[in-house]
Structures are given as structure tokens and as C-alpha cells.
């Protein structure tokens, strides 16, 4: 009794070489490529791929708008590590219209004892502020810039779960540490 | 891989709209400038991929409008951000997957409208919009919503793995660096995606009358 070890046709095997067919044996490779079903099924299948791609290229309007990027001196480009003068900037604007508001209410007598409500309300003030400033010495990038790494990418369906970028992803993008 | 295994390899690459760098060291050294600070360097970087992340929004929301808005937004993002990306070859991913963050974003948005669909009739008429009477109108229409429909019988993972391999013309290995993924689990889904496109018989037959 002899075993004939030659492939045998599969279109799991060419559609395998379609998406990768180093993933293929020598001996399926061959096959797919001497086996006239076979090679025919992968002929019309990749070019009917090939075709989709280029379809869709040649249906689609071309962009009409330029690009504009933000000016060089633009505080969103700020570089890291000049956060703290960011910070710094941020906070001392805020002490000098606090100054200012209490000023102008000193001048038109509007100023009454302080209570312990007040107390409690500066420090809580005081907190947001300070807790302020550090998040800016954390994240020099402005809010609308830091979502770029961690985000989730997310789809409608079903597994939405199974398929996000994992948060842990954000170091990928550093030298030495990509996937 | 014998010489005559060669000859199969079969290319299923989308037409390269963009001035894109046929020399991968050109584009690093480019984007190690960009990233260093220089903004003529980030501008040629925004003039050879403009056309390809528009092209990859527009094939996600098919609307005109809102493509140019996002890849505006994608091009921005990617300024303010250049600078922490310290490997140059990664660039491509990178850009992509910002793209595909802002894609996200907006269908997010978009949901929360309650529009539950892959394409909504809305969406189709807006990428239409612009060039409706144009004599090849009703072909792209027909290409567009049979394509729609095939995207939307298969799974979320299989769809985004598909469209980043056949219609951005994205490697396997970008592909699992923009959806950090490895690759076999990259190839699972597209081995999915081809093995369901090929039994999508409106589509198949569409693209088969113009197979040579
Ligand atoms: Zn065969």
C-alpha cells in the first residue's frame, strides 16, 4: 500500500498563499503553483483583490483641502520638559487676576469678615490649582494632543472587546520596544 | 523559496496614490528630522501621505467632508506628537493608527446620533454628493454598496484587518503594529476575511466582468 504524501488541492492552502504565503511548504507552494485548478483559483482571487483595492482608489474623490498645520510658536508645540513654564505661566496669570478681582472688591467695599465657609472654599480653590499645575508638569502636551498613544481603538460590532490596542501599547512607539 | 515558486507571487496592492518613498531610508531620515523640530521636513511628510489618510477615512465614513476634517485633524495630531516617536521606521503605523483613532473617534460621535450601520444611506449620498451626475456615478455606487455589504456580513476584526491590507495596502506587519497585534493573530483574520470575500458572490461578480 503507498501513501501519495503529494498536496492534494485546498483552497484553505490558496488562500493561505494569498495572505502570506511564506506561511506555505515548499511542497503546497509548488503545488499551488504547477496544479492548474489551483493556480487558477489563486490567479482570479488575488486579482480579483488586486482589483478591489485599485477600484477603490480610482471611486474615491481626491482630498481638495490643504493641510494646515498650527504656527511654529503655537503653545500647543511646546516641547517636553517646557512644561513647568507652562505651569509657572498658568499659574501666575490666575494670582494676578485673583489679585486684581480682590483688589478692585478691597476698593468698592465689598470685602466681609472671613468666615470658615471661605477658608474652605481658598483651599479647595487652592488644591484644583496646585492639583492644575501638576497634571501640566505631567503631561507638557496639552489635552488635545495626549490621546495619540493610549486611545482605544474600538468598533461597533461584536468584538469590540477582543480587538482594542491595549493601553500598555503606548511604549510600542519607542525605539527598541516596538512589536 | 525555489525560483520558479517565485514567479506566483501575485500583487493585490492598491494603486499607490501618493507620492509615497520608494527608499525606506529616505522616509526615516525625513521623519527623524520632522521629529526633531523640523517643519519643512513634517510638511513634505504631510504632502506624500495626505492623499493616502484621506483615502483611508474616506473608505471607513464615505463622506467627503467629514474625511477632510479628520485627516486635518490626523495631520495636527501627528505634528504635536512627532517628536516622542524615537523609531523613524515606525511612522507609517504610527500615522495610521492616529488615523484610525480619529476614525473611531468620529463613528463614536457618530453612534451616539444613532446611526448603527457600517455605511448609512446618509453617509453614501454625502461621498456622493459632489460628483452625482458624473457618467460613472452609478458603477462606483454599485462598487461602493457591494462592498458595504460585504464589510458589514463579516466581523469588526476581520473588516478593519481586510481594509487595512487591500485598500491602504498595508504589510501584515504594519498592520499588527497599527492594531498592536501579533502577526499570526493578524493573518487568522484576514485568512477570514479573504476566505469569506471569496464567497461573496455580488462583489466577486462585480470585480470578475472586469478581470481581463
Ligand atoms: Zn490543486
Redesign the pocket.
Known amino acids: 500500500m503507498s501513501h501519495d504524501k503529494r ?4 483552497i484553505g492552502q ?1 488562500i493561505r498563499s494569498i495572505v502570506d504565503e511564506n506561511d506555505l511548504s515548499p511542497e503546497h507552494l509548488r ?2 503553483e504547477e ?5 487558477e ?1 489563486r490567479r482570479i482571487l488575488a486579482g480579483r483583490l488586486g482589483l478591489l483595492g485599485r477600484r477603490a482608489a480610482e471611486y474615491s474623490p481626491l482630498p481638495a483641502r490643504r493641510i494646515v498645520l498650527p504656527q511654529e510658536d503655537h503653545p500647543l508645540l511646546l516641547r517636553p520638559g517646557s512644561g513647568w513654564r507652562l505651569a509657572f505661566g498658568t499659574a501666575a496669570g490666575f494670582a494676578a487676576v485673583v489679585l486684581a478681582a480682590a483688589w478692585i472688591m478691597f476698593r468698592a467695599g465689598f470685602v466681609t469678615p472671613v468666615s470658615h465657609l471661605d477658608v474652605a472654599g481658598e483651599m479647595a480653590r487652592d488644591e484644583a490649582l496646585m492639583a492644575e499645575i501638576s497634571m501640566l508638569e505631567e503631561n507638557p502636551l496639552p489635552e488635545a494632543y495626549r490621546d495619540i498613544s493610549p486611545e482605544i481603538i474600538s468598533e461597533t460590532d461584536e468584538d469590540i472587546f477582543d480587538f482594542i490596542v491595549p493601553v500598555s501599547s503606548l511604549d510600542r512607539w519607542s525605539r527598541g520596544k516596538e512589536a | 523559496m525555489p525560483a520558479d515558486v517565485e514567479r506566483m507571487s501575485v500583487s493585490v496592492e492598491p494603486v499607490d496614490h501618493a507620492a509615497e518613498f520608494r527608499d525606506p531610508s529616505d522616509l526615516a531620515a525625513l521623519v527623524e528630522k520632522a521629529a526633531a523640530g523640523d517643519r519643512l521636513a513634517f510638511e513634505r511628510l504631510v504632502d506624500s501621505y495626505h492623499g493616502r489618510i484621506f483615502s483611508m477615512v474616506y473608505y471607513r465614513i464615505m463622506s467627503r467632508m467629514d474625511a477632510e476634517d479628520i485627516t486635518q485633524d490626523v495631520f495636527v495630531k501627528a505634528f504635536g506628537g512627532i517628536g516622542s516617536l524615537k523609531n523613524p521606521e515606525l511612522f507609517r503605523p504610527w500615522l495610521y493608527r492616529i488615523a484610525l483613532n480619529a476614525v473611531n473617534d468620529f463613528l463614536r460621535k457618530k453612534r451616539l446620533r444613532s446611526i448603527f450601520t457600517v455605511f448609512t444611506r446618509e453617509q453614501e449620498d454625502a461621498g456622493f454628493a459632489e460628483r452625482r451626475t458624473g457618467p460613472d456615478y452609478l458603477e462606483r455606487k454599485e462598487f461602493w454598496d457591494s462592498l458595504s455589504k460585504f464589510l458589514s456580513r463579516i466581523s469588526a476584526s476581520e473588516r478593519e484587518v481586510f481594509r487595512q491590507r487591500f485598500l491602504d495596502g498595508l504589510s501584515i506587519r504594519e498592520i499588527s503594529q497599527v492594531m498592536g497585534k501579533n502577526e499570526s493573530t493578524i493573518k487568522t483574520h484576514l485568512y477570514r476575511a479573504v476566505e469569506k470575500f471569496r464567497r461573496e458572490t455580488e462583489l466577486s461578480m462585480l470585480l470578475q466582468e472586469e478581470m481581463p
Not at chain 1, 498536496?7 to 485546498?10: G, L, S
Not at chain 1, 496544479?35 to 493556480?39: G, K, L
Request: with cysteine.
Open positions: 498536496p492534494q488541492c485546498d490558496v503545488h499551488i496544479c492548474p485548478v489551483c493556480s483559483e
